[in-house]
């Protein structure tokens, strides 16, 4: 199994434009993360999904984030329009069960 | 009050020490616990898992004590490539699934 796989691994944008990060989960995986960390926030929950489906959105701060999951095999996170603070660490999770792993995340840059 | 806590780093070690990382969380309906290694710049991977008797892993020793809602870890014979950020991580919600919350870590540096 290849992993969890996100792209782009890296990611510049200028302010306001529109951004869409990527995650494939292992396959058979039913739960969906998305996770951002920065130096100031630590690891912070964005959404999660069971089955597609959002469950909890909570943490996904403001308007300008939205996330999908149009298929088992797919998830995207969008930010439009970007801003500078957005700029951290974007990583996707998937589990079944209790077994959690991480993609090797997206390194996001907002100039 | 952040929903897990952890001690404030950096600890920095001599090869061979043994070193202590403790971590409170504060939802008593916390299902199960977890202890993740990051190294810099790269995804955080699950280390151990945290059980209420108490588990060990080689040099690695997790401990649980639910009515205090504390969580520590304990690093002995401590090696160079032990240095990295360790990860207080609690679910909260299902036993299956459910979201994992994370602690803002602590940098531990082993030198020789």
């Known amino acids: 199994d290849a992993g969890v796989i996100q792209s782009p691994r890296h990611e510049v944008t200028e302010m306001g434009q529109e951004v869409t990060l990527r995650c494939k989960p292992i396959s058979g995986h039913d739960y969906l993360f998305w996770y951002r960390q920065t130096m100031m926030r630590g690891l912070e929950l964005l959404i999660y999904f069971n089955n597609n489906v959002p469950i909890d959105d909570s943490g996904m701060p403001e308007d300008r984030f939205s996330a999908k999951m149009p298929n088992a095999s797919f998830s995207t996170l969008k930010i439009q329009p970007s801003e500078p603070r957005d700029s951290a660490v974007y990583f996707c999770?998937?589990?079944f069960g209790s077994g959690y792993t991480f993609g090797s995340g997206t390194r996001l840059t907002v100039v | 009050r952040k929903e897990v806590e952890q001690d404030p780093g950096p600890f920095n070690v001599p090869e061979g020490a043994t070193v202590a990382f403790n971590c409170t969380y504060s939802n008593s309906a916390s299902q199960s616990f977890f202890w993740y290694r990051q190294d810099c710049r790269k995804e955080p991977k699950l280390l151990m898992s945290v059980y209420s008797s108490g588990n060990e892993d080689g040099r690695f020793t997790a401990q649980l004590n639910r009515a205090s809602q504390y969580i520590s870890l304990l690093i002995r014979d401590s090696k160079l490539s032990d240095s990295a950020t360790y990860l207080c991580?609690?679910?909260?919600?299902?036993?299956?699934?459910?979201?994992?919350?994370f602690g803002q870590g602590t940098e531990l540096s082993v030198k020789p």
């Open positions: 991580v609690v679910n909260i919600g299902y036993n299956q699934g459910g979201k994992l919350i």
């Open positions: 999770a998937s589990s």
